[in-house]
């Protein structure tokens, strides 16, 4: 079966839509680091769309892989020549598909650190892009400045030794530009952390401070970092996803990447050297990203996190699975309703009830195949950032958050190593030894949990918060997560109410 490539687009276009434009008239413009399935469903996606309308062919992508699992990804995309397709799944059974090329150049940083460092000082170069999930900011959650005390920053501050992680290269990279007298180009990250351009931000000028005070002010100074919201639900890639686009279209794609149809993008308009139209390829530009970020936060993530930990203790292995579920589903959407949504602020051009119950749809779509495992991996990183803060909110506004605690109980008893059946659970995270030590001690005293001040701050001395955990945590020992869920749905049921 021929191979997706350059060579192999002339037979491709007859079968799906293909990049209008010639590619290697396409200038890099634009670095990025994270090259995953979202990037490529999401800000690739609205690149290529933006030079198939025959604008500006300044803004071609140059991939960046900094982990030892980006190898792969540089293979497929060297064999491939940047080429993918990708796959939008409508619940419906609808089916879209297309090759996406604005990808048009790979570099993995263990091979060669310094030609990273090059691409990032070109002057064509005027934004590099972030999607390296929360965990690759290598910062403190106390402070949200760079933690020297992390790997990838001990390493970084080595004398003499070349950068390995995105912000060490990006730190090289401008300390090149400001000594050859060239504009600095533009930070943008695309990752779902609140405030994301200003994390950024944060986390860049202080690892800078590490390395040299004077680059850093000049960061400070003359660096902009726009905000952003990012969304498109994006599973990771299935052997049956390569069969799939192999049998329907007839060639074979090392890496396709499957999406649902939905997509929102909304930038700050704040850029160093200029940006890309993108308002022609249907990204939001204003001036105010928050009120879209936060809805985004804390009722999209947060709500993953609400029902994978409880879903997967009650035997569901799928996001669209607990949201095929009536009791599951009417939880999470009175999370949303009742918890999340009163510490939003207005979101101009969104209803925010409409909002909810199209997630609930997006949600249990089957043809994605979005695992619960998926939304699971880094729950330290998650949950701080996408539940606590509502948790906090309510906490002080005096409104529930019983759903919400009872998903941070669900965490816990996760972490105890297996579900409710007695089944094995594999658990990814940064910060495994120290969650089974808290979870273990959980279980003989319940709310040692809470000690994790890295995780939960000051919360723990909340005795209204303290309290709710040790009753939520006790209900998942007793009876289950399915039965725990259902008591306290009926326990906060409206009075009158049928459903």
Same mark, same amino acid.
């Given at each position: 079966?021929?191979?997706?490539?350059?060579?192999?687009?002339?037979?491709?276009?007859?079968?799906?839509?293909?990049?209008?434009?010639?590619?290697?008239?396409?200038?890099?413009?634009?670095?990025?680091?994270?090259?995953?399935?979202?990037?490529?469903?999401?800000?690739?996606?609205?690149?290529?769309?933006?030079?198939?309308?025959?604008?500006? !062919?300044?803004? /071609?992508?140059?991939?960046?892989?900094? %982990?030892? #699992?980006? &190898? $792969?990804?540089? +293979?497929?995309?060297?064999?491939?020549?940047?080429?993918?397709?990708?796959?939008?799944?409508?619940?419906?059974?609808?089916?879209?598909?297309?090759?996406?090329?604005?990808?048009?150049?790979?570099?993995?940083?263990?091979?060669?650190?310094?030609?990273?460092?090059?691409?990032?000082?070109?002057?064509?170069?005027?934004?590099?892009?972030?999607?390296?999930?929360?965990?690759?900011?290598?910062?403190?959650?106390?402070?949200?400045?760079?933690?020297?005390?992390?790997?990838?920053?001990?390493?970084?501050?080595?004398?003499?030794?070349?950068?390995?992680?995105?912000?060490?290269?990006?730190?090289?990279?401008?300390?090149?530009?400001?000594?050859?007298?060239?504009?600095?180009?533009?930070?943008?990250?695309?990752?779902?952390? !609140?405030?994301? /351009?200003?994390?950024?931000?944060?986390? %860049?000028? #202080?690892? &800078? $401070?590490?390395? +040299?005070?004077?680059?850093?002010?000049?960061?400070?100074?003359?660096?902009?970092?726009?905000?952003?919201?990012?969304?498109?639900?994006?599973?990771?890639?299935?052997?049956?996803?390569?069969?799939?686009?192999?049998?329907?279209?007839?060639?074979?794609?090392?890496?396709?990447?499957?999406?649902?149809?939905?997509?929102?993008?909304?930038?700050?308009?704040?850029?160093?050297?200029?940006?890309?139209?993108?308002?022609?390829?249907?990204?939001?530009?204003v001036d105010d990203v928050e009120p879209y970020e936060l809805m985004k936060l804390r009722l999209l993530n947060a709500s993953h996190q609400v029902m994978s930990y409880l879903g997967y203790l009650a035997g569901h292995k799928y996001v669209h699975e607990v949201c095929a579920d009536p009791l599951f589903a009417?939880?999470?959407? /009175?999370?949303?309703?009742?918890?999340?949504?009163?510490?939003?602020?207005?979101?101009?051009?969104?209803?925010?009830?409409?909002?909810?119950?199209?997630?609930?749809?997006?949600?249990?779509?089957?043809?994605?195949?979005?695992?619960?495992?998926?939304?699971?991996?880094?729950?330290?990183?998650?949950?701080?950032?996408?539940?606590?803060?509502?948790?906090?909110?309510?906490?002080?506004?005096?409104?529930?958050?019983?759903?919400?605690?009872?998903?941070?109980?669900?965490?816990?008893?996760?972490?105890?190593?297996?579900?409710?059946?007695?089944?094995?659970?594999?658990?990814?995270?940064?910060?495994?030894?120290?969650?089974?030590?808290?979870?273990?001690?959980?279980?003989?005293?319940?709310?040692?949990?809470?000690?994790?001040?890295?995780?939960?701050?000051?919360?723990?001395?909340?005795?209204?918060?303290?309290?709710?955990?040790?009753?939520?945590?006790?209900?998942?020992?007793?009876?289950?997560?399915?039965?725990?869920?259902?008591?306290?749905?009926?326990?906060?049921?409206?009075?009158?109410?049928?459903?």
């Amino acid at each position: 079966m021929t191979s997706l490539n350059e060579a192999a687009l002339p037979e491709a276009a007859g079968r799906l839509p293909i990049p209008l434009y010639q590619r290697r008239a396409v200038r890099t413009g634009i670095v990025h680091f994270g090259v995953g399935g979202f990037h490529r469903s999401h800000q690739a996606m609205f690149i290529d769309r933006l030079l198939n309308l025959g604008g500006s !062919q300044d803004w /071609g992508i140059c991939g960046v892989g900094v %982990l030892a #699992s980006d &190898a $792969r990804m540089r +293979d497929v995309l060297e064999s491939q020549d940047g080429l993918y397709t990708l796959v939008l799944k409508g619940a419906e059974g609808t089916e879209e598909a297309r090759i996406i090329g604005s990808i048009t150049e790979y570099l993995y940083a263990p091979d060669d650190p310094a030609a990273v460092i090059r691409k990032l000082a070109d002057p064509a170069t005027r934004i590099v892009s972030l999607s390296i999930t929360e965990g690759g900011y290598n910062i403190s959650d106390s402070t949200g400045e760079s933690d020297p005390r992390t790997p990838d920053i001990l390493r970084d501050l080595i004398p003499n030794t070349a950068p390995g992680s995105a912000f060490g290269l990006i730190t090289a990279a401008l300390a090149r530009r400001r000594d050859q007298g060239t504009a600095p180009f533009t930070v943008m990250s695309c990752d779902n952390i !609140q405030g994301n /351009g200003n994390v950024a931000r944060k986390a %860049l000028v #202080s690892f &800078a $401070r590490l390395m +040299d005070p004077e680059l850093a002010g000049w960061i400070a100074e003359t660096v902009a970092f726009p905000n952003s919201m990012v969304d498109r639900i994006t599973p990771v890639t299935t052997d049956h996803d390569r069969a799939a686009v192999a049998e329907a279209y007839g060639f074979s794609d090392a890496w396709p990447v499957v999406a649902e149809p939905f997509e929102q993008w909304v930038l700050e308009d704040k850029f160093t050297a200029g940006r890309p139209p993108l308002e022609d390829a249907g990204v939001q530009i204003v001036d105010d990203v928050e009120p879209y970020e936060l809805m985004k936060l804390r009722l999209l993530n947060a709500s993953h996190q609400v029902m994978s930990y409880l879903g997967y203790l009650a035997g569901h292995k799928y996001v669209h699975e607990v949201c095929a579920d009536p009791l599951f589903a009417e939880f999470i959407s /009175g999370f949303m309703e009742r918890e999340a949504m009163p510490t939003l602020r207005p979101v101009p051009g969104i209803d925010l009830h409409a909002y909810r119950d199209e997630l609930i749809h997006r949600f249990a779509n089957p043809a994605i195949r979005d695992t619960l495992a998926r939304q699971m991996v880094d729950g330290s990183e998650r949950i701080p950032k996408f539940v606590l803060p509502v948790v906090r909110e309510q906490l002080e506004l005096g409104g529930p958050i019983d759903r919400a605690v009872l998903a941070i109980a669900a965490w816990a008893r996760f972490l105890g190593s297996t579900d409710d059946r007695g089944e094995p659970v594999a658990v990814t995270d940064r910060r495994l030894s120290e969650l089974r030590a808290a979870a273990r001690a959980d279980q003989s005293e319940p709310g040692a949990f809470l000690n994790l001040t890295e995780i939960f701050g000051g919360l723990g001395q909340d005795t209204r918060f303290a309290a709710a955990y040790r009753q939520a945590r006790e209900a998942l020992e007793r009876s289950g997560a399915r039965t725990a869920v259902q008591g306290l749905t009926e326990l906060l049921m409206p009075i009158g109410s049928t459903s």
